[in-house]
């Protein structure tokens, strides 16, 4: 069992930057990938960003390229999701997931836990 918890969240400007982290209990957390996702009011979930269990390997949606960008600290048991050059449109509530693959997934419905999340709010 793996318990995730977000914090990080909060209302930023356009332009602006925020850093997201989550933290993961147990003493495995290596040996998860781990992902982003986030849900607009109205929206499906979406896979923003994933890291494999060593993070050597990351990936990123096209709409978040270039902006974002998610790390690991395997002795912290944490995942990161910097966010730069925020939008309005990057506005919703942000999950972080875990998976037992060792590259992790674009599917949601691949992950096997999930955070609380944490909100995002972009004014313009």
């Known amino acids: 069992q793996v318990q995730l918890v977000e914090s990080g969240g909060g209302l930023v400007q356009a332009g602006g930057s925020l850093r997201l982290s989550c933290a993961a209990s147990g003493r495995t957390f290596s040996t998860y990938a781990m992902g982003w996702f986030r849900q607009a009011p109205g929206k499906e979930r979406e896979f923003v960003a994933r890291?494999?269990?060593?993070?050597?390997?990351?990936y990123y949606a096209d709409s978040v390229k270039g902006r974002f960008t998610i790390s690991r600290d395997n002795a912290k048991n944490t995942v990161y999701l910097q966010m730069n050059s925020l939008k309005p449109e990057d506005t919703a509530v942000y999950y972080c997931a875990a998976d037992r693959d060792v590259l992790g997934s674009r599917d949601k419905n691949d992950y096997d836990y999930w955070g609380q999340g944490t909100q995002v709010t972009v004014s313009s």
């Open positions: 890291i494999s269990r060593s993070g050597g390997r990351t």
